[in-house]
């Protein structure tokens, strides 16, 4: 009994402590790069939908709750303010580039932004969604502090903002390569460009999984394209939402 005691003792300390956290998140993720590294870093072996797949079974398994473990994880979530603004690196390599794309890329993103929000509201309404899940679901190409912020400000869900994001960026990826070849758009900086606008940070992880100069223009589109959604989508989503949903 005293052993027993001593063990369950030790897990609930464990269970509600950042260590298993973090520990399970980094050894979730490193795992999935090596099953993904033996499949040659194939779009359909993509490492973060195979981590968070281990870490939802593990939590499961386990019985801890969603909130135990974001709460535990704090770090880690903290931490993705500073690897995005970190891409600002490989970007300033690009500049001469940049320079060159500077409309298209302009253009490309007001019409990215705009239509991935609007295009998500409507989905859900067609579908017959609630309320809360249009609120939600409106910032999904945005990254995940991002979309949890502007959920949680215009009335929405911030952990099923989060699943969405994650899923968003996980098809992205997934079907990113195909989609451009049957479009036969063939010019890194546009394929990057719109991979890190719409998928995000999976996306560009993605993105640079293939080369540098898609991965740059993978994270500048997904930081212009998280700015500009936390700027357009705290007045368009709630409009239309209400306009609907009388």
Not at 97 to 102: A, D, G, V
Not at 136 to 156: E, L, R
Request: aromatic share 10%; with cysteine.
């Amino acid at each position: 009994m005293g052993s027993a005691f001593d063990f369950m003792a030790v897990w609930h300390y464990l269970a509600h402590s950042p260590i298993l956290a973090i520990c399970l998140t980094l050894s979730a993720y490193l795992l999935a790069t090596w099953i993904s590294s033996k499949f040659n870093f194939s779009p359909l072996a993509n490492p973060v939908v195979m981590a968070v797949a281990m870490i939802i079974l593990v939590l499961s398994t386990a019985g801890i709750s969603y909130e135990t473990y974001f709460a535990s994880a704090q770090v880690i979530h903290l931490m993705l303010g500073p690897v995005t603004v970190a891409l600002a690196i490989p970007l300033a390599r690009q500049l001469p580039k940049l320079r060159r794309r500077f409309l298209p890329l302009t253009i490309g993103l007001l019409c990215g932004s705009i239509t991935a929000i609007i295009s998500a509201v409507f989905i859900i309404i067609w579908m017959g969604g609630s309320k809360e899940l249009a609120l939600s679901i409106g910032p999904k190409s945005a990254t995940t502090p991002i979309a949890m912020s502007i959920a949680d400000k215009i009335g929405g869900i911030p952990s099923v903002a989060a699943a969405i994001v994650i899923l968003t960026g996980a098809f992205g990826a997934l079907v990113a390569r195909y989609l451009f070849n049957w479009m036969r758009i063939s010019s890194p900086e546009i394929r990057g460009f719109a991979l890190g606008l719409a998928a995000h940070g999976i996306g560009t992880a993605r993105a640079f999984q293939v080369s540098r100069e898609i991965g740059t223009f993978a994270g500048l589109g997904m930081g212009l394209n998280g700015v500009l959604t936390a700027l357009l989508a705290p007045t368009f989503v709630p409009v239309i939402v209400n306009y609907f949903f009388k």
